[in-house]
């Protein structure tokens, strides 16, 4: 019989879990990027689908959370720091403190390990160096696991629709199971039109090795889930371990939801919860502006249109001998306004020695980039070298904006050109 040591968590900028499991089934659809949940966050919208998890409360003191121990009069109750990053179990506190997780039967003991988590970093193997700093925690009622199962529901592209995939061995890293016992593997195509019915919810119950009157109560589980992956417009909602309690319950004690961020429009009050304190502020402000940014240890900053052809850029800049100092996507309806706010970006950056532009314009407007750098170099009293690879829609009025600006601009013929004359800049 097992403890419950599980964290509740969306994991940001990360790789879907199921994708390698998918591999023999199909690819699965991801999204643009990954809204940030802390723990609590996600168990309040399982709750509101009636999805069965844990008792819990949350705090922001440690007088809070002693309360809520209180509150929850339960045989055992875990304390949760609440931050983003996994590992929090092993993490150490700059209070001293071992652990983000505790298990405790006293209230009072909550309180006061609340008081050496609350204010202080927590580092965990998937935190900065320095920690991440603890603003809540959640305390929450332990329950035994007397069985561990696996389930999930995400959408397959092979089948055109949401699939449910389940396993009786829960607990464990899924892809092990489906590489060394791929039969332990089950697999419900739902039809996006009827949704999950009776006969497949209890197949799949079944399937998990659920019996009796645990296998009804383990498919109502699983229907619900999937209301709750139509209400938030969810691409995967992954449940490991759907638990079994001795006292005969099932239990959603660990999941993962993945978001599809084109439905932001109409999930306001979840994009709302988006927790980015714990992103990089550069990160931050350039998705504000619709902009894809990753910040590298290179000098030599590259803004480009297209995921592949700014990876392209990176490579050949680092092929000439020079190093990326940032991949960042302007995307294909950008506007003038966010050339200027990604100059901004970039500029801000003290490692920058040099700036490559190389825009390939299909979608794209070259003249609505050429009108952005003009103003950008002129607002922001550019320091460094400028070098403007340009090719595509409205090219050659753009190069005329350049040419007649007056600026200092180094053009450029091609991709290859221009990493040349941006690793030569910073060079001379």
């Given at each position: 019989?097992t403890?419950?040591?599980?964290?509740f968590?969306?994991?940001p900028?990360?790789t879907?879990?199921?994708?390698p499991?998918?591999?023999?089934?199909g690819?699965?659809?991801?999204?643009?990027?990954?809204?940030?949940?802390?723990?609590?966050q996600s168990?309040?919208?399982?709750?509101?689908?009636g999805?069965?998890?844990?008792?819990?409360y949350v705090?922001d003191t440690a007088?809070e959370?002693l309360?809520a121990?209180k509150r929850?009069?339960?045989?055992?109750?875990?304390?949760k720091a609440?931050i983003?990053a996994?590992?929090?179990?092993?993490?150490?506190?700059?209070?001293?403190?071992k652990g983000?997780?505790?298990?405790?039967k006293?209230?009072?003991?909550?309180g006061?390990?609340?008081?050496?988590m609350?204010?202080?970093?927590?580092t965990?193997?998937?935190t900065?160096?320095?920690?991440?700093?603890?603003?809540?925690v959640?305390?929450?009622e332990?329950?035994?696991?007397?069985?561990?199962?696996?389930?999930?529901?995400?959408m397959d592209?092979?089948?055109?629709g949401?699939?449910?995939?389940g396993s009786?061995?829960?607990?464990?890293?899924?892809?092990?199971?489906?590489?060394?016992?791929?039969?332990?593997?089950?697999k419900?195509?739902?039809?996006?039109?009827?949704?999950?019915?009776?006969?497949?919810?209890l197949?799949?119950?079944?399937?998990l090795?659920?019996?009796?009157?645990?296998?009804?109560?383990a498919?109502?589980?699983i229907k619900?889930?999937?209301?709750?992956?139509?209400?938030v417009?969810a691409?995967?909602?992954?449940?490991?371990?759907?638990?079994?309690t001795?006292e005969?319950?099932?239990?959603?004690f660990?999941a993962?939801i993945n978001?599809?961020?084109n439905?932001?429009?109409r999930?306001?009050?979840?994009?709302?919860m988006d927790d980015?304190t714990?992103?990089d502020?550069t990160?931050?402000?350039a998705?504000?502006?619709?902009l894809?940014?990753?910040?590298?240890?290179?000098?030599?900053a590259?803004?480009?249109?297209?995921?592949?052809?700014?990876?392209?850029?990176?490579d050949?800049?680092?092929?000439?001998?020079g190093?990326?100092?940032?991949?960042l996507?302007?995307?294909?309806?950008v506007?003038?306004r966010?050339?200027?706010?990604?100059?901004?970006?970039l500029?801000?950056?003290?490692k920058?020695?040099?700036?490559?532009?190389?825009?390939?314009?299909g979608?794209?407007n070259?003249a609505?980039?050429?009108?952005?750098?003009t103003k950008?170099?002129?607002?922001?009293?550019?320091?460094?070298p400028?070098?403007?690879?340009?090719?595509?829609t409205?090219?050659?009025e753009?190069?005329?904006?350049l040419?007649?600006?007056?600026l200092p601009?180094?053009?450029a013929?091609?991709?290859?050109?221009?990493?040349?004359?941006?690793?030569?800049?910073?060079?001379?």
């Amino acid at each position: 019989m097992t403890r419950d040591p599980y964290t509740f968590v969306l994991p940001p900028r990360t790789t879907l879990a199921l994708l390698p499991l998918l591999s023999f089934q199909g690819t699965c659809s991801t999204p643009r990027r990954w809204l940030n949940l802390q723990e609590y966050q996600s168990k309040k919208l399982m709750q509101e689908s009636g999805v069965a998890v844990q008792r819990f409360y949350v705090a922001d003191t440690a007088s809070e959370a002693l309360e809520a121990a209180k509150r929850l009069n339960a045989k055992e109750i875990v304390l949760k720091a609440q931050i983003l990053a996994g590992g929090r179990g092993k993490g150490v506190f700059d209070s001293g403190l071992k652990g983000g997780v505790h298990l405790t039967k006293d209230p009072a003991v909550v309180g006061e390990l609340a008081n050496k988590m609350l204010g202080f970093n927590l580092t965990t193997k998937q935190t900065p160096k320095d920690g991440v700093k603890v603003k809540t925690v959640m305390v929450a009622e332990a329950l035994d696991i007397s069985r561990e199962t696996y389930f999930a529901i995400l959408m397959d592209r092979a089948c055109n629709g949401p699939v449910m995939v389940g396993s009786p061995q829960g607990g464990v890293d899924i892809e092990e199971v489906a590489a060394s016992s791929p039969e332990l593997i089950f697999k419900e195509v739902i039809d996006i039109l009827d949704g999950v019915q009776d006969e497949q919810a209890l197949r799949m119950a079944a399937n998990l090795g659920f019996k009796g009157p645990l296998q009804r109560q383990a498919a109502d589980q699983i229907k619900r889930l999937y209301d709750l992956f139509l209400k938030v417009d969810a691409t995967q909602v992954e449940v490991n371990p759907l638990g079994e309690t001795p006292e005969g319950q099932v239990v959603c004690f660990d999941a993962k939801i993945n978001f599809d961020d084109n439905a932001e429009f109409r999930q306001k009050a979840v994009f709302a919860m988006d927790d980015m304190t714990e992103s990089d502020p550069t990160e931050t402000e350039a998705a504000k502006w619709d902009l894809k940014y990753i910040g590298l240890d290179g000098n030599i900053a590259c803004f480009v249109n297209g995921a592949g052809l700014a990876m392209a850029t990176c490579d050949i800049i680092d092929l000439h001998g020079g190093k990326p100092a940032n991949f960042l996507d302007l995307g294909g309806g950008v506007k003038e306004r966010q050339v200027y706010e990604a100059f901004k970006l970039l500029t801000a950056d003290p490692k920058v020695e040099a700036i490559l532009v190389n825009i390939f314009g299909g979608i794209v407007n070259c003249a609505i980039i050429a009108n952005g750098i003009t103003k950008a170099c002129r607002e922001l009293e550019l320091k460094v070298p400028l070098v403007v690879r340009l090719e595509g829609t409205n090219v050659h009025e753009a190069k005329r904006i350049l040419t007649e600006s007056g600026l200092p601009i180094t053009p450029a013929e091609n991709l290859d050109d221009a990493a040349k004359k941006a690793v030569a800049a910073i060079r001379k």
